[in-house]
T-cell receptor
Framework: DGGITQSPKYLFRKEGQNVTLSCEQN?????MYWYRQDPGQGLRLIYY???????QKGDIAEGYSVSREKKESFPLTVTSAQKNPTAFYLC?????????????FGDGTRLSIL | SQQGEEDPQALSIQEGENATMNCSYK?????LQWYRQNSGRGLVHLIL?????REKHSGRLRVTLDTSKKSSSLLITASRAADTASYFC???????????FGTGTRLLVSP
């Protein structure tokens, strides 16, 4: 089935450690997104990419980094500079050409501090 | 922040009743979308309404859009316990690909 796969489902980070969240899609979508969701809150955009080898900062990019070397993959690294990383992270993808196409979401990674 | 606001933050109803949730936003939009999120899961797209549309139906869902007031509402008719979830509106503005999400309404439908 076509969809978005995020891994791992749960992740724990030690102080000073960088961690990488995986996001893979087989929907042949050009655009991919990373969101952060805090308890009881909406989604805030961290980074997005509309094409391979290109990405833009979202509203809360500080302390995060991404790469887009392949169309199918958009990994997110939470660096040690992100002082409050505990949150639910969601990856999404969409077709770029048509703005009426919805975003498709993975089932998220829950990141906690050890 | 450009996040929209949703109202109410939480809603508790009985099965069979209707649920109405509202969304306000801040900028000119190309379209507005509603998503559903079950606890601990990703979001699922429910319905999209374009800026030149005023009302749209999909099954038990009815969405209205008032661009003069920058607001939208989602009505779920004859609710079921399985409708229990958080519901988010998201706007896509006229210039960019990214969506701006509201703060969400948590709906609890009791049997």
């Amino acid at each position: 089935d076509g969809g978005i796969t995020q891994s791992p489902k749960y992740l724990f980070r030690k102080e000073g450690q960088n961690v990488t969240l995986s996001c893979e899609q087989n929907l042949n979508h050009d655009a991919m997104y990373w969101y952060r969701q805090d308890p009881g809150q909406g989604l805030r955009l961290i980074y997005y990419s509309q094409i391979v080898n290109d990405f833009q900062k979202g509203d809360i990019a500080e302390g995060y980094s991404v790469s887009r070397e392949k169309k199918e993959s958009f990994p997110l690294t939470v660096t040690s500079a992100q002082k409050n990383p505990t949150a639910f992270y969601l990856c999404a993808s969409s077709a770029v050409a048509d703005r009426t196409q919805p975003q498709h979401f993975g089932d998220g990674t829950r990141l906690s501090i050890l | 922040s450009q996040q929209g606001e949703e109202d109410p933050q939480a809603l508790s109803i009985q099965e069979g009743e209707n649920a109405t949730m509202n969304c306000s936003y801040k900028t000119s939009i190309n379209n507005l979308q509603w998503y559903r999120q079950n606890s601990g899961r990703g979001l699922v797209h429910l319905i999209l309404i374009r800026s030149n549309e005023r009302e749209k139906h999909s099954g038990r869902l009815r969405v209205t859009l008032d661009t003069s007031k920058k607001s939208s509402s989602l009505l779920i008719t004859a609710s079921r316990a399985a409708d229990t979830a958080s519901y988010f509106c998201a706007t896509r503005d006229t210039g960019f690909q990214k969506l701006v999400f509201g703060t969400g309404t948590r709906l609890l439908v009791s049997p």
